[in-house]
């Protein structure tokens, strides 16, 4: 018995070391030279103090601000210890409800606008933290945003395209960092009043 038992613990002790300890080490070093920026998290900077990541989508509920795609995370939106869908099949009635909930809110902060709401507006993503909203979704809220902040339609859309980031690889749609897109909607607010 003490023959196997001897061995067991030093492997057990070695690969303890190796995976636990080195490896992350070693994946955690070559991150942050490799990729500095994202490996602290891609933290975004607004006067000196952290506003937000660039990874990880926030809650907007105010009309003068472009509003994210909604969250599944539990029990708060955008809670990152807690990245989860929701689970909810396009059958399951309780999607329908939220999905129609959403659309009345959307349809009761800008009344005017009669266009089709783009589905990543009233949906959540597969990891309930999508920071961007397709740009089609931006564009939908422009005149909203506009109107709330007193500012002509055409610079919010102009500033919408400006941030809008084409697909990785060619592949899907034009995206926009909605954390990044109000910061630089209440930059030039802040231009404006100078």
């Known amino acids: 018995m003490n023959s196997m038992l001897r061995p067991a613990l030093v ?3 070695a690969l303890s070391l190796i995976t636990g300890l080195a490896y992350p ?19 975004v900077e607004r006067d000196g103090r952290v506003v937000g990541s660039a990874l990880i989508g926030q809650s907007f509920t105010d009309p003068g601000h472009f509003w994210s795609r909604p969250s599944a995370t539990a029990p708060m939106p955008y809670n990152a ?4 869908g929701s689970n909810l099949g396009p059958t399951n009635p309780a999607l329908a409800d939220a999905v129609r909930a959403r659309v009345a809110a959307l349809r009761a902060a800008d009344p005017g606008n009669d266009a089709p709401v783009p589905v990543d ?13 397709s740009r089609a979704a931006a564009e939908y809220q422009a005149a909203r945003v506009a109107r709330v902040r007193g500012l002509p339609e055409a610079r919010v859309r102009e500033l919408v395209a400006r941030q809008a980031e084409e697909p990785s690889f060619g592949l ?10 109000n910061l630089a909607l209440d ?6 009043r100078r």
């Open 11 to 13: 492997l057990f002790a």
């Open 25 to 43: 080490l070693a994946v955690t070093g070559v991150a942050r030279l490799a990729f500095p920026w994202q490996a602290e998290g891609s933290l």
């Open 81 to 84: 210890a807690n990245s989860a």
């Open 121 to 133: 507006l009233v949906t959540a993503s597969a990891s309930g933290l999508d920071p961007d909203i």
């Open 172 to 181: 899907g749609e034009a995206r926009v960092n909605v954390l990044k897109l």
């Open 187 to 192: 930059e030039l607010a802040r231009a404006g």
